[in-house]
């Protein structure tokens, strides 16, 4: 069984630019959620797609956005890029079995570089 | 609300010796609690999952956790360290909407 799938797993962009990253869940896994993590801030939710619906929303600007496609994958974008938002992202999928107790499967990540 | 306090960000242990590494939540529901390990450049995976079946619960690599509800801990043990097991190792809680909230980190050292 295929495991959570990042695409691209490297990535360098200007300041201003926008950005767009893909993730591709475990087959049957029908919620993605998005995290970005830095040295300085650990571990982020920035947020959760179910059936192609963003349910919960971390506090992050509204630069971040992201979506959800009837097969389950998902993108996220970052718009306007600054300086700070160079990080790793890491996407997650699960069962998101009722009650919600079921574990994540994280993928490798994308390194973003903002120069 | 949900949060989790791993209470020590680094820990060094000698190989072969046991390891702790402690971790308290909070939540207003019974959770779900996990830990996560993360080796350098490489993307999490699940160690060990608590979901209000057996308090004492068994991961993989030898590793096993404690739920204790009065103390609200899920501290992580493993009595032999490998030279393997240093990578960072994240304690986290789950709400029932499926987003996950993150400790901030255990950054686990094994001395030859």
């Known amino acids: 069984k295929a495991g959570v799938t990042q695409t691209p797993r490297y990535l360098i962009k200007t300041r201003g630019q926008q950005v767009t990253l893909s993730c591709s869940p475990i087959s049957g896994h029908r919620s993605v959620s998005w995290y970005q993590q830095t040295p300085g801030q650990g571990l982020q939710f920035l947020f959760e797609?179910?059936?192609?619906?963003?349910?919960n929303k971390g506090n992050f600007p509204g630069r971040f956005s992201g979506r959800q496609f009837s097969n389950s994958r998902s993108e996220m974008n970052v718009s306007t890029l600054e300086l700070g938002d160079s990080a790793l992202y890491l996407c997650a999928s699960s069962l998101a079995l009722q009650g919600g107790y079921t574990e994540a499967f994280f993928g490798q990540g994308t390194r973003l570089t903002v120069v | 609300a949900q949060s989790v306090t791993q209470l020590d960000s680094h820990v060094s242990v000698s190989e072969g010796t046991p390891v702790l590494l402690r971790c308290n939540y909070s939540s207003s529901y019974s959770p779900s609690l996990f830990w996560y390990v993360q080796h350098p450049n490489k993307g999490l995976q699940l160690l060990l999952k608590?979901?209000?079946?057996?308090?004492l619960v068994k991961g993989i690599n030898g590793f096993e956790a404690e739920f204790k509800k009065s103390e609200t801990s899920f501290h992580l043990t493993k009595p032999s360290a490998h030279m393997s097991d240093a990578a960072e190792y994240f304690c986290v809680v789950s709400n029932t909407g499926n987003q996950f909230y993150f400790g901030t980190g255990t950054s686990l050292t094994v001395i030859p």
């Open positions: 608590y979901t209000s079946a057996a308090t």
């Open positions: 797609y179910f059936s192609e619906t963003q349910r």
